[in-house]
């Protein structure tokens, strides 16, 4: 494969191959830092893919208390499935079980769309008739009684269909300590970039796949071109100075999200230099053919 | 763009139903066919052009340079626009408006805001009796938007209030909220006897202490984000209003001798 030098990183001359997804955006918020963040790592647990989690989750950013519509600590959260119908399963779920139980909580839509799901119009039935409903300033509310006080839940929330999933890095490096580094200091920019993700633990994960298994039952099973323990087994993508890859995955609310992040990723793994971090980084895609979104790295270096 | 501007010539002779002098009634109207509207209640006859001195303008946002305890209906049916009125105005202001922006720099007599259902009525003086209530034979008071009233209302503010906000800085009259059905009226004012009088759902916020029927019962100290939330709303119409949410709260649910599911707020 062509590759581009940057600070002594080889870029590959490829792309990442991404997919529409559906997404909305919430502000969870508690009255203190402590319980937003609580109720939203809930409801982000246990989200990192589509094939097992039914949607992916994750926390953007937390959001300063001056900013919040209650005036209280927040934690923006994004969640996206493949289907509107998914989405609004698990997004009721979410909510109901983990920030509806969460000490203090309250939730409000942060994604002005057309398209429209339901939060509070379902959770409300929680209150038994004791929900009060509340209409101002354009947004409707749902307030539920609950033991520390009141739930309030705003009644519907944004959907945009113009999400993309799929955006993602395989960094490569010497070994895993240099490669982590390099990971986390891509995380660490990436988490900068508003209204996209990484809903991998950590926002990193190290099983990357390839379609399809030798198992009938299975439609996706390890990325073996990329195992360093197979490289001599396998038909293999590494070069010999590559001990470790570990992969990025990116969704974002739009296109240009998820290229920004990508951006901020490689602009981070090349500062840090092979020395410290990876020596090379390529993308995952299924040959252009699967995706509609295609991010070229050479078009998202620095 | 100019507005269309009506200032009066002569006190009016009679009652006037101004309900007809609306944005998008007289959009492309010329001056002259805008002077020959008949605004008249009695058998006299009376035209725009007999009490009103038009400046021509664009008809979305409508000027009345003096006003009149003699102008009923002013605003009646807004639907979007901007109609403001220097001086008091009669009943049925801003009645069944369902959207656009009414203001009143002076009084407004019974029925202000009756039956509206969007837009925002701010009146900068009082208000008669029957703040945003059903007339005879409705079954319904406002049901939405934003009702402001900057000095004091009369009685029954408020009555069968289905959705939308109220505001009474001032003072406001006996049975205050009366058979509320929904909705949130807000007064920072004193209020007279029975407030929340045969409320069934809604929300009433008193910032003097009143005194409650029986039928309202303590349900102690209020702790929810919606406090907050509804108070940044308020904060761009009312520092005070802002400041009462802004405190601990105390709710009082009722009224008991219906459904009881309304509430009444007061400070902590």
Redesign the interface.
């Known amino acids: 494969m062509r590759t581009i030098t940057r600070n002594g990183v080889r870029i590959d001359e490829t792309f990442a191959e991404a997919f529409p997804m559906r997404g909305t955006a919430l502000i969870v918020t508690a009255p203190s830092k402590r319980w937003a963040r609580q109720a939203a790592v809930t409801m982000t647990g246990f989200a990192t893919s589509v094939i097992g989690c039914g949607v992916e989750a994750g926390i953007d950013s937390e959001v300063e208390a001056r900013e919040t519509p209650d005036g209280r600590p927040g934690v923006r959260v994004l969640i996206f499935a493949m289907s509107s119908n998914d989405l609004q399963t698990q997004l009721t779920n979410r909510v109901g079980q983990c920030v509806l139980t969460s000490p203090g909580s309250a939730c409000f839509a942060d994604l002005t769309a057309e398209d429209t799901l339901k939060i509070g119009d379902l959770l409300r039935y929680f209150g038994d008739g004791w929900q009060i409903s509340k209409k101002f300033g354009g947004r409707h509310f749902w307030r539920i009684p609950v033991m520390d006080g009141e739930f309030l839940c705003e009644a519907a929330t944004g959907l945009t269909k113009a999400a993309v999933g799929g955006g993602n890095l395989l960094i490569c490096g010497a070994d895993y300590d240099h490669t982590l580094r390099a990971a986390e200091a891509a995380v660490d920019a990436m988490n900068q970039v508003r209204d996209a993700i990484m809903p991998f633990p950590g926002g990193i994960v190290r099983s990357g796949s390839k379609v399809g298994s030798k198992y009938k039952a299975l439609h996706a099973s390890t990325n073996d071109a990329f195992c360093p323990t197979l490289r001599g087994a396998v038909k293999t993508e590494l070069d010999d100075d590559i001990g470790c890859v570990l992969e990025i995955v990116i969704d974002g609310l739009t296109e240009a999200a998820v290229a920004d992040a990508m951006r901020a990723g490689l602009a981070a793994i090349i500062k840090l230099g092979p020395r410290n971090g990876a020596r090379r980084v390529s993308a995952g895609n299924y040959g252009g053919k699967l995706g509609p979104f295609h991010f070229h790295l050479k078009d998202l270096l620095p | 763009m100019n507005p269309l501007v009506f200032t009066l010539k002569v006190t009016p002779p009679q009652r006037l139903d101004l309900s007809g002098l609306l944005p998008h009634l007289l959009n492309g109207k010329s001056s002259k066919d805008i002077a020959a509207l008949e605004i008249g209640t009695t058998r006299e006859k009376v035209t725009v052009g007999d009490l009103f001195r038009i400046r021509s303008g664009s008809a979305d946002e409508i000027r009345f340079e003096t006003g009149s305890e003699r102008f009923d209906g002013i605003g009646q049916g807004l639907q979007g626009g901007r109609i403001t009125v220097a001086g008091d105005v009669g009943i049925n202001a801003g009645r069944r408006m369902t959207g656009g922006e009414l203001i009143i720099s002076g009084h407004a007599g019974p029925y202000a805001g009756s039956g509206m259902a969007g837009g925002r009525l701010e009146i900068l003086g009082d208000a008669g009796d029957f703040l945003g209530g059903p007339r005879e034979g409705e079954v319904n008071g406002m049901s ?1 938007g ?1 009702l402001l009233v900057r000095g004091t209302a009369g009685q029954r503010a408020g009555d069968r209030l289905r ?3 109220i505001l009474i800085e001032g003072d406001a009259g006996d049975w205050v909220g009366s058979r509320l059905i ?1 909705g ?1 009226l807000v007064v920072l004012g004193h209020v007279g006897a029975n407030p929340g009088y045969l409320m069934r ?1 809604g ?1 009433i916020m008193l910032a003097k202490p009143p005194t409650l029927t029986p039928t309202f019962i303590d349900c102690g100290h ?5 406090a ?3 108070g ?2 308020l904060l761009a119409e009312s520092r005070g209003a802002a400041r009462l949410l802004r405190a601990p709260l105390r709710r009082f649910a009722g009224d008991m001798a219906v459904l009881g ?1 309304g ?1 009444i707020f007061v400070p902590a």
């Open positions: 939405g934003l959705r939308g906000t929904a949130t759902r929300t209020f702790s929810s984000a919606f907050a939330v509804f940044r709303f599911k509430e």
